[in-house]
């Protein structure tokens, strides 16, 4: 981290100021105020809200203008920690844990070709497990650029995790993840995780079944994409997400000895999806439910990211696959969007510490929880639309 990251002056020089004088968060009740309303109706009525500490754009008046922001604050404490940790903690350890997920791939084929029943499954747990290490802890960090201090081979890697092994486009992953989703958390219409939503399938096929069909429908969705890049973009992307593809399939053959193109489709699938459910799982539990905003009267950052993203417990099967940034660091990840993995776990202590401190949320829910809340409330969170919340503050 030898570069200052854009988010860190993005933070000192845009959000600097918005959070001075900012009282302390007094209970979740006292600070919210659900409209039942869409983001239109919230535009409608115009109701002025006295809470111009807690809003961007609010705030101008406030007295005590030399006390420290709360953002900055935070900021500076997880950036000592940051300058303070070796390249290993920075970026070795998950660099590391990519590398051997690669490393898995050579005996996954090999055992994939045996014919004893359990030397095969342990062929396609193996398999599995690499391909969703690579495909979701891999291009979430190469989305964010978190693999590489270099741009250009940030870049590389983008295309190379998101495009050939994730057989999505490394543009629009990166558009709706970084520029959409990372922006603005929960912020309706913007990055109100509305396009994880399938409203009209039940509940039982939704959370149980369709997401066995994500590899199938990421490059389909992928090609819709296409039409927004330019002809080079769309180009490249085709041939890379092909060459993915045809990769693992030449392998199964030509390694693992599958002899039937049907079987050897079968194989991928099933490989590819076995951690689409968990994968589906943890994108909604974390944001969905959540207060969500109006975008013309959003939270400043910390509060944003602090009511509206939620952690799950360290989970060493999730932790290892999916990267802390996704499971038990998920705050940590949106406080701090370029960390690490493993930078985001070494820091969970000290904004873990430092919300409670201020009494600010810090929300963890467990994984069983959050499944019996959307099987048992899934009309209400994946069906309707959410309703907007209005940090009021302490008036
Ligand atoms: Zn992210």
């Known amino acids: ?66 006390k420290e ?39 996954a084929f090999l055992l994939l070709g045996s014919s004893q029943a359990l030397v095969f499954v342990l062929g396609m747990v193996l398999m599995g497990v690499s391909h969703a290490v690579i495909t979701i802890k891999g291009t979430h960090l190469a989305s ?11 870049d590389v890697w983008a295309v190379f995790f998101i495009e050939v092994c994730g057989s ?59 039409k927004e890049h330019s002809m080079g973009q769309a180009l490249r992307t085709v041939l890379m997400v092909f060459l993915g593809l045809y990769a693992q399939y030449w392998l199964l ?54 009511h509206g993203v939620l952690n799950l417990p360290r989970n060493p099967l999730l932790d290892w696959i999916f990267g802390h940034s996704l499971i038990n660091c998920h705050v940590e990840h949106h406080l701090f969007p370029f960390l690490s993995d493993n930078m985001c776990l070494k820091v969970k202590p000290i904004v873990s510490q430092y919300l409670k401190e201020k009494e600010l949320p810090y929300q963890e829910d467990s994984y069983l929880s959050r499944l019996q809340l959307f099987f048992h409330k899934y009309q209400e969170l994946m069906v309707f639309v959410p309703s907007i919340t209005e940090l009021v503050g302490v008036q």
Request: hydrophobic share 40%; net charge positive.
């Open 253 to 306: 053959i030509h390694v693992s000895g599958f002899q039937c193109l049907y079987s050897t489709l079968l194989c991928m699938l099933l490989c590819r999806a076995m951690f689409s459910l968990p994968y589906i799982h943890v994108n909604i539990f974390q944001h969905i439910g959540l207060p969500m905003f109006s975008p013309t009267r959003r939270p400043k950052r910390i509060y944003q990211m602090t």
């Open 168 to 226: 999505f486009t490394a543009r629009a992953g990166v558009t709706s993840h970084i520029k959409m989703h990372h922006a603005h958390t929960n912020v309706i219409g913007l990055g109100d995780s509305s396009t994880w939503k399938i409203p009209y399938l039940p509940r039982g096929v939704y959370l149980f079944i369709a997401p066995l069909a994500v590899p199938v429908i990421t490059p389909l969705v992928a090609l819709g994409q296409l």
């Open 1 to 66: 981290m030898q570069n200052v990251p854009k988010e860190w002056r993005e933070e000192q020089s845009v959000g600097g100021g918005r959070d001075k004088d900012v009282k302390p968060w007094k209970g979740r009740e006292a600070l919210f105020q659900k409209n039942t309303g869409n983001s239109k109706q919230d535009m409608s009525t115009g109701k002025e809200k006295k809470n111009g500490e807690m809003m961007n754009g609010g705030g101008k008046g406030m007295e005590g203008t030399d």
């Open 69 to 107: 922001s709360l953002m900055m604050e935070l900021t500076r404490l997880v950036q000592k920690t940051v300058k303070e940790s070796s390249w290993w903690e920075r970026r070795g350890i998950d660099i590391t844990i990519l590398a051997l997920s690669f490393l898995l791939l050579p005996p």
């Open 144 to 154: 964010h650029g978190s693999l590489s201090e270099s741009t250009t081979w940030a």
